[in-house]
């Protein structure tokens, strides 16, 4: 009775354990929830830094690009411009090219918008 006892705790344990470890983007679980998209006025600084900091910098920082993100840099406005065209059709998770942000959920419309219209005007940095 004793050794049955310990069975159940232990697979009530693990069973615990395995279930409890569960996560999911909001972004794949609620994807058609509306809210405020301004792409009035978009800057660089203001609207595409945020959307990087948010979904790239934790492999495409200065500091992990070497390792996590194929020393692909989009920390400094330079790199970003010159990598543009490579985020872009990533972001969007066109065919042929690795679906950005690796390993999670498609990043907002909005936000897809908003790195459009930065390129369509030119990539300012502003």
Not at 62 to 71: E, R, Y
Request: negative net charge; hydrophobic residues 35%.
């Amino acid at each position: 009775m004793k050794r049955l006892n310990i069975v159940i705790a232990t697979i009530s344990f693990l069973t615990f354990f395995f279930v409890s470890c569960y996560y999911d983007n909001e972004e794949a679980l609620y994807p058609s929830l509306p809210g405020p998209c301004d792409t009035t006025n978009v800057t660089f600084s203001g609207s595409i830094v945020p959307i990087l900091q948010n979904d790239c910098y934790n492999c495409h920082s200065n500091k992990n690009a070497k390792l996590h993100g194929k020393n692909i840099r989009l920390e400094d406005y330079i790199d970003v411009k010159a990598n543009a065209a490579h985020t872009q059709a990533a972001i969007k998770w066109e065919p042929g090219h690795i679906r950005m942000p690796q390993n999670g959920g498609k990043i907002s419309q909005c936000y897809i918008d908003t790195f459009d219209i930065w390129v369509g005007n030119d990539m300012p940095d502003n």
